[in-house]
C-alpha cells in the first residue's frame, strides 16, 4: 500500500536491517516490544488524563488544569509522585507474593498486545489461535488479583479479592460467548483473519463489519458489557469499592506497586479494547473505499478511542452495582442472550442472503429475549420508575 | 429493565459534556484563587470590633460591658476593663476595654456576640482568606478593630439600619439635652 501505511513497518525493517544478520528476528521482535511498550504506556498516561478531564466535564467542573498546558502534565506528577512515595509492605503480608502480585498482574496483560492487529500487516506475532491465546492470557489476572489479596492479610483485601475473582469468572464467560459468532462468521481463530473477513462493503456503501448485523451488534453490546465487568471498571468497580472495601484487594498497597496495578487495569482495558475494534469493528480497516488514503493504522487507532471513550463515558453515568446484582446479571442476562445469539448467528448464516428476511428474523430472535429476560430476569417486574432528580 | 434508564443517563452526561464547552450553566466550577464569586452579604467569619472617627483605639465603640465575653459558648474573648471613663456617642461617660482578645482557635463563628452586644460595637467579619503568613491565633484589640465604613461595604443594610437608629438616638439626645439646656437659659 502506500508509504504512510507501512510506515511502522519500513522503519522496523530498517532498523533491523541495522543489525547483524544472525541476531535479526531477535533485534525486530525487541523493537517490535519496545514501539508497543512506549505506544501503549503513552496511552495509558494520556488515558489517564483525559479520562479523568472527560468525567469533570461530564460532571460539570474542569478536570485537572494546573499542570503545564491544559493540565496535560498531570501524569508525569503523578507519575513521580507514585515513585518517590513510600512503599509499605504490611508486616504480617507474605512478602513474595506481596512483591509479585503487581508483576504478575501488568507482564501477562502486555503480552495480550502480542496478537492484536493495529494496522495492515501489523500484529507483532500471528499466531493461529490468536483469540485463544488472548483469552488465555487474559484471565491470567484473576491468578493475580488473587494473589495481592491473599498476601495482604487484609480481611478488605481478601473480600475484595474474593469479589474480584467471582466477577471476573462470571463475566469471562459471556465475553467468550459474545466472541464465538465472530469466530463462526470468518471461520478462523486467527485476528488478522477475522479483521480480513470483514473487507468489503454490502449494499453498496455498508461495510461489512460485524457491529453492522443483529448478532454483531447484539455481541458487541454483550462484549463492551462484560469487558467493562473483565478490567474491573464501573459499574462493574466493586471489588475496589470503597465504600465498602476501602479499596479491594489495592488496600495495602502503595507507591509504585499501586501504580503497577493502574497500569496494569488499564493496559487489560486497553487489549480488551482492541479485541472489541478488530472482532466487531471492522479492525483497521477503513470504514469506505474513499476513506483508504488514511492510514490502516490511523483507523484503529481512532476507532480505539472512540471505544475507550464510550468506556469513560458509560463510567461518568452508572453507578455502581451491588455484588448478587452483578453476578445475577452475568448469569441470568448476559450468559442466556449470549448462548441466543450464538444461535442467532447461526441463523443469519444458514438463511440465504436476502437481506431484509434475514435481518428481520434474526433481530427478532434476538429482541423478544431481549425484552423477555430484561423483564423477568430478575423474577419481579419491575415498576415503572420515576427520574426526579435526572429530568 | 430495558436499559432505556442507561441510555438518558447517558445522555444527561453527554450534554454535560458538550455543554460544558460553551454553556456556562454546564460547567458551574468556579476556578477559586483566580475567580472568585461575589461575598453574599449575610456570610459571616469572625468578629470584629467597630470603631468610629480615625483613630482605632480611641474610637472603639465597645464599652467592655462584658455581655458578649458571658454570652460566648466557648469562652474565646477575654476583656479587661479599663479604669478610665470616656464619652461615648450620646456624650454618656463609659468604661473602655484595656485588653479585647478573641481566641480565634476557639471561636466557632456563631455571631451570638454579635447578637447580643447593646452598642452595635462587635460584628461579624467576612473575610476568609486567612491562612497566611504571620497569622496569630489570638487576636488584640488592634487586629479586631476596623472602621464603619468598613462594616456598611460588607454588611450595607445591616449597617444602614445600625447607622440610622444611632443617628436617631443621637437626634433624641441632643433635643433632650436642647429641651433641659433652654429652661436653664431661661
Not at chain 1, 260 to 269: A, I
Not at chain 1, 272 to 299: I, M, N
Not at chain 2, 52 to 66: I, N
Request: hydrophobic fraction near 50%.
Amino acid at each position: 500500500m502506500n508509504a504512510l501505511d507501512s510506515i511502522f513497518i519500513s522503519a522496523l525493517h530498517w532498523l533491523a536491517g541495522l543489525a547483524p544478520a544472525p541476531v535479526r528476528p531477535l533485534v525486530s521482535m525487541l523493537l517490535i516490544i519496545a514501539g508497543l511498550m512506549a505506544a501503549f504506556g503513552t496511552c495509558f498516561a494520556l488515558a489517564t488524563i483525559l479520562e479523568r478531564k472527560t468525567l469533570g466535564r461530564m460532571q460539570n467542573r474542569f478536570g485537572p488544569n494546573r499542570v503545564g498546558p491544559f493540565g496535560l502534565f498531570q501524569p508525569l506528577a503523578d507519575g513521580i509522585k507514585m515513585l518517590i512515595k513510600e512503599d509499605i509492605v504490611p508486616f504480617s503480608a507474605d512478602k513474595t507474593l506481596h512483591f509479585l502480585a503487581p508483576l504478575a498482574l501488568t507482564a501477562p496483560v502486555w503480552m495480550a498486545f502480542a496478537v492484536l492487529p493495529f494496522g495492515r500487516n501489523m500484529s507483532a506475532i500471528e499466531l493461529d489461535a490468536g483469540i485463544l491465546f488472548f483469552f488465555a492470557i487474559g484471565s491470567a489476572s484473576e491468578l493475580a488479583v488473587f494473589m495481592a489479596g491473599w498476601s495482604s492479610q487484609n480481611k478488605y483485601s481478601l473480600v475484595g479479592a474474593m469479589r474480584a475473582i467471582a466477577q471476573m469468572i462470571s463475566y469471562e464467560v459471556p465475553l467468550v460467548l459474545a466472541a464465538v459468532p465472530v469466530l463462526m462468521a470468518a471461520g478462523s481463530l486467527s485476528l488478522p483473519d477475522i479483521v480480513q473477513a470483514q473487507s468489503g462493503v454490502a449494499l453498496g456503501w455498508v461495510p461489512r463489519w460485524n457491529i453492522f448485523t443483529p448478532w454483531g451488534l447484539a455481541g458487541f453490546a454483550l462484549f463492551f458489557i462484560a469487558a467493562t465487568a473483565e478490567s474491573n471498571r464501573c459499574p462493574f468497580d466493586l471489588p475496589e469499592g470503597e465504600s465498602e472495601l476501602i479499596a479491594g484487594y489495592l488496600t495495602e498497597y502503595s507507591g509504585f506497586k499501586y501504580a503497577l496495578f493502574f497500569l496494569g487495569e488499564y493496559l487489560g482495558l486497553f487489549a480488551v479494547a482492541g479485541l472489541a475494534v478488530t472482532l466487531f469493528l471492522g479492525g483497521w480497516q477503513a470504514p469506505a473505499r474513499w476513506l483508504e488514503w488514511f492510514p490502516s493504522w490511523g483507523w484503529f487507532a481512532a476507532k480505539f478511542s472512540a471505544l475507550i471513550f464510550l468506556f469513560i463515558w458509560v463510567r461518568a453515568t452508572l453507578p455502581r452495582l451491588r455484588l448478587d446484582q452483578l453476578l445475577n446479571f452475568a448469569w441470568k442476562f448476559l450468559v442466556p442472550l449470549a448462548l441466543i445469539n450464538l444461535f442467532a448467528a447461526a441463523v443469519w448464516w444458514k438463511l440465504p442472503a436476502a437481506m431484509a428476511i434475514r435481518w428481520l428474523l434474526c433481530a427478532g430472535l434476538l429482541a423478544v429475549p431481549y425484552v423477555w429476560l430484561g423483564r423477568h430476569w430478575n423474577g419481579v417486574t419491575p415498576k415503572r420508575r420515576h427520574y426526579g432528580y435526572a429530568q | 429493565m430495558l436499559g432505556r434508564g442507561i441510555l438518558r443517563g447517558l445522555m444527561e452526561t453527554w450534554r454535560n459534556f458538550q455543554g460544558s464547552y460553551y454553556d456556562p450553566a454546564r460547567l458551574t466550577t468556579v476556578q477559586y484563587p483566580e475567580e472568585k464569586l461575589p461575598p453574599l452579604e449575610n456570610a459571616r467569619t469572625i468578629p470584629f470590633l467597630i470603631y468610629d472617627g480615625e483613630d482605632p483605639l480611641a474610637g472603639l465603640r465597645c464599652t467592655a460591658c462584658s455581655i458578649c465575653a458571658v454570652e460566648c459558648p466557648a469562652h474565646c474573648i477575654e476583656i479587661v476593663k479599663d479604669t478610665a471613663k470616656k464619652p461615648d456617642y450620646l456624650g454618656r461617660m463609659q468604661f473602655h476595654p484595656k485588653v479585647f482578645n478573641i481566641d480565634m482557635a476557639v471561636c466557632m463563628e456563631c455571631g451570638i456576640c454579635a447578637e447580643v452586644c447593646p452598642f452595635d460595637s462587635i460584628k461579624m467579619d467576612r473575610v476568609f482568606e486567612l491562612s497566611r503568613d504571620g497569622r496569630r491565633m489570638v487576636l488584640q484589640m488592634r487586629d479586631l478593630a476596623k472602621p464603619n465604613h468598613y462594616f456598611r461595604q460588607i454588611h450595607p443594610t445591616e449597617a444602614a439600619a445600625v447607622d440610622a437608629a444611632r443617628a436617631e438616638e443621637q437626634r433624641k439626645a441632643q433635643a433632650k439635652k436642647a429641651a433641659s439646656s433652654v429652661p436653664a437659659a431661661s
